[in-house]
């Protein structure tokens, strides 16, 4: 079946990628710089076609290929997880979890011991200062 008739529409796709980045629109614009405002991504966002300069600076600013914002269709993407998983398809995978927390949790601990390291020697650097300093060795 072939789907001449579909239509992409180019707005919408530009919203679906900036709000997978986690942008808003000011943020957005902002990152555009120049002419570019919350409004005018607003509008862009609801326009069907998009002009190639702007769909190229958008692009570029949501770090994706202009030709995904051109062809992104859901129904495709639907129709790829449709014809790919079956309902045995879960019972196949094999989940391993790469993540360890008790090696997050070391991992933090070992950095704060750091930092606590760091701000007692600078505490012992500003007593033996202050020694100095009230045993009139040192003026500050």
């Given at each position: 079946?072939?789907?001449?008739?579909?239509?992409?529409h180019?707005?919408?796709?530009?919203?679906?990628?900036?709000?997978m980045?986690g942008?808003k629109?000011?943020?957005?614009?902002?990152?555009?710089?120049?002419?570019?405002?919350?409004?005018?991504?607003?509008?862009?966002?609801?326009?069907?076609i998009?002009?190639?300069?702007?769909?190229?600076?958008?692009?570029?600013?949501?770090?994706?290929?202009?030709?995904?914002?051109?062809?992104f269709?859901?129904?495709a993407?639907?129709s790829?997880?449709?014809?790919?998983?079956?309902?045995?398809?879960?019972?196949?995978?094999?989940?391993?979890c790469?993540?360890?927390?008790?090696?997050e949790?070391?991992k933090?601990?070992?950095?704060?011991?750091e930092?606590?390291?760091?701000?007692?020697?600078e505490?012992?650097e500003?007593?033996a200062?202050l020694q100095?300093?009230l045993e009139?060795?040192t003026n500050?």
């Open positions: 079946m072939t789907n001449d008739k579909r239509t992409i180019q707005g919408r796709n530009v919203k679906r990628f900036r709000e980045l942008l629109q000011e943020a957005l614009a902002d990152q555009l710089g120049g002419d570019w405002s919350q409004k005018k991504i607003s509008m862009l966002e609801n326009k069907e998009i002009d190639a300069a702007s769909l190229d600076e958008l692009a570029a600013a949501l770090k994706v290929p202009a030709e995904a914002i051109k062809n269709s859901e129904e993407v639907f790829i997880i449709n014809n790919t998983f079956n309902d045995y398809a879960a019972a196949n995978m094999n989940y391993q790469t993540l360890s927390p008790l090696d949790i070391r933090l601990n070992a950095e704060k011991e930092l606590y390291k760091a701000l007692l020697k505490k012992d500003k007593i200062l100095k300093v009139g060795k500050i």
